[in-house]
């Protein structure tokens, strides 16, 4: 079992609709979790850091925690064709500990 | 305020040579950490600094890898000799120090795409 799992998509949705990205974790002490956008060429940009359980907005963007479930999601309200990129989901079992990461979920808005 | 800085961006070379990589963390960030993104996949951790010392290389593969922090700010990633497998993007990131109870954020910097032919 992979210790961060998303799959690897291509999820495709139209311009304007909700996108939806999931993220398992194997590991149950895990305490910080993370989601990066990364365009195709460059490096990875922080858009989203939760913590504990719940949701937690920021404009168009909502993280979504279960820590019983050990389950990370990302909503993208509003979806515009420059949120085509891949997003990593990352965790990490404490402060400044290092981040394991998932293989990323591609998502493509189409126009 | 200035992000992660790293050169150089691209770097080609041959197996069995040598090459490095340096990195400048976002001024105040007593951690630093050296990432490696095979094409496909997500980033995966080589070394981690907290000021000078190492806090983490158990991924390193350390017959050919080798880094360092001196003074607790810039570092470098030598490859020496290079393998075919060893192409990649090599990443740094930086975060404040962890403190109790407080999470802090991982920043990237631009990265370096080693290719080894």
């Known amino acids: 079992q992979k210790e961060v799992e998303q799959n690897s998509g291509p999820l495709s949705v139209p311009e304007g609709a909700i996108a939806s990205l999931n993220c398992t974790y194997s590991?149950?002490?895990?305490?910080?979790f993370f989601w990066y956008r990364q365009y195709s060429g460059k490096s990875p940009e922080l858009i989203m850091s939760?913590?504990?359980?719940g949701d937690k907005e920021d404009g168009r963007f909502t993280a979504q925690l279960n820590k019983a479930s050990q389950y990370v999601s990302l909503l993208i309200r509003d979806s515009q064709p420059s949120d085509s990129a891949t997003y990593l989901c990352?965790?990490?079992?404490?402060?400044?500990?290092?981040?394991?990461f998932g293989t990323g979920t591609r998502l493509a808005v189409r126009p | 305020e200035a992000g992660v800085a790293q050169s150089p961006r691209y770097k080609i070379i041959e197996k069995r040579q040598s090459v490095a990589f340096w990195c400048n963390p976002i001024?105040?960030?007593?951690?630093l950490y050296w990432y490696q993104q095979i094409l496909g996949q997500g980033p995966k951790l080589l070394i981690q600094?907290?000021?000078?010392?190492?806090?983490?290389d158990s991924q390193l593969p350390k017959d050919r890898f080798s880094a360092e922090r001196l003074k607790g700010v810039d570092s470098t990633l030598k490859i020496q000799p290079a393998k075919l497998e060893d192409s990649a993007v090599y990443l740094c990131?930086?975060?404040?120090?962890?403190?109790?109870?407080?999470?802090?954020?991982?920043?990237f910097g631009p990265g370096t795409r080693l290719t080894v032919t």
């Open positions: 990131a930086s975060s404040l120090s962890p403190g109790t109870g407080t999470f802090y954020e991982q920043y």
């Open positions: 590991d149950r002490v895990s305490q910080s």
């Open positions: 939760i913590y504990s359980n």
């Open positions: 990352a965790v990490g079992k404490s402060s400044g500990d290092k981040l394991t």
């Open positions: 001024s105040g960030h007593a951690t």
């Open positions: 600094f907290q000021n000078n010392g190492v806090v983490d």
